[in-house]
C-alpha cells in the first residue's frame, strides 16, 4: 500500500485569489489569522468572503492569540469554521474549556527549539485535535508565527504523540520534502514561505509548495 499524501494547510490568506489557488493546487487546509499585528490580518467580515466559497472536503481553520470567550462568541455568530488553532499561550486547561463551551476542534501551536521544548507539548497533545510544532519566534519578536524561521525537524523524528501533528516553521517549496523526512511529519503548514512579500500569497509558490509537500 502507497503512503498517504502529506496534508498541507496553507496560512494566512488574504485574498480570493490565492484561495482559489490554494483549493486548486490540492491545500487540505485553509488559514485565517485574527491577530492585529499580523501583516496576514483580516477582519470577521473579511474572512466571511475569503471562506464562503471553500469547499466541505477543505477544512478552514482561524488562527488566534489569546482570543477572548466575546470574541470567539462573534466567530461562532459569523463565521463558519472547522477548526481553531491558537497561537498564544493558551494552557491545556484553556484549550480544554474551548473545546467543551464551542464544540470546535482545537489544534494548539508551540514554539520549538530543543528536546525540552517538545517534553513540555505531551500535556498538550492530550486536550488538543492537532499539535502544530512552529519555530520558535526570534527574540522581541512581536507575533508568535509566520517569521520564516525553521527548527532542528530531526528532534521530531519518532516522537509518538496523542493527537496529529503538523510541522511549521520556514517552510518553502525547496526545503519542505527535507522537512518532512527529517521529522516525519505527515502534515505540513506554511504562510511566509509561499509569500512575494509580507501578507502577499504568490499562487505559483503555492502551486509548487504543495506539489513538494504532496510528492515528498
Known amino acids: 500500500m502507497s503512503a498517504k499524501p502529506v496534508k498541507v494547510k496553507i496560512c494566512g490568506l488574504t485574498d480570493e485569489e490565492t484561495v482559489d489557488a490554494a483549493i486548486d493546487a490540492g491545500a487540505d487546509f485553509v488559514g485565517v489569522v485574527f491577530f492585529e499585528k ?4 483580516v477582519t470577521i467580515e473579511r474572512a466571511n468572503e475569503l471562506l464562503e466559497f471553500v469547499p ?3 477544512q478552514r481553520v482561524g488562527l488566534f492569540v489569546d482570543p477572548t470567550n466575546e470574541f470567539l462568541d462573534q466567530i ?3 463565521l463558519r469554521l472547522d477548526l481553531f488553532q491558537f ?3 493558551e494552557t491545556p486547561e484553556r484549550i480544554e474549556e474551548v473545546r467543551l463551551e464551542y464544540g470546535m476542534p482545537v ?5 520549538i527549539s530543543s528536546a525540552a521544548d517538545l517534553d513540555a507539548a505531551e500535556k498538550y497533545a492530550e486536550v488538543c485535535d492537532w499539535l502544530l510544532f512552529d519555530a520558535k519566534a526570534p527574540e522581541g519578536a512581536d507575533r508568535p508565527g ?3 524561521v525553521a527548527f532542528d ?3 521530531m523524528k519518532g516522537r509518538k504523540w496523542a493527537c496529529p501533528w503538523m510541522l511549521a516553521g520556514g517552510l518553502n517549496a525547496a526545503n519542505v520534502a527535507e522537512a518532512i523526512k527529517l521529522s516525519g511529519a505527515k502534515a505540513v503548514d506554511v504562510s511566509s514561505g509561499v509569500e512575494s512579500a509580507p501578507g502577499v500569497k504568490d499562487a505559483e509558490k503555492i502551486a509548487a509548495f504543495i506539489r513538494a509537500a ?3
Open 76 to 78: 461562532m455568530n459569523n
Open 153 to 155: 525537524w530531526s528532534l
Open 146 to 148: 509566520g517569521n520564516a
Open 214 to 216: 504532496k510528492g515528498a
Open 107 to 111: 489544534m494548539k501551536a508551540l514554539g
Open 38 to 41: 499580523s501583516p496576514r490580518h
Open 56 to 58: 466541505e472536503e477543505v
Open 87 to 89: 497561537h498564544g499561550s
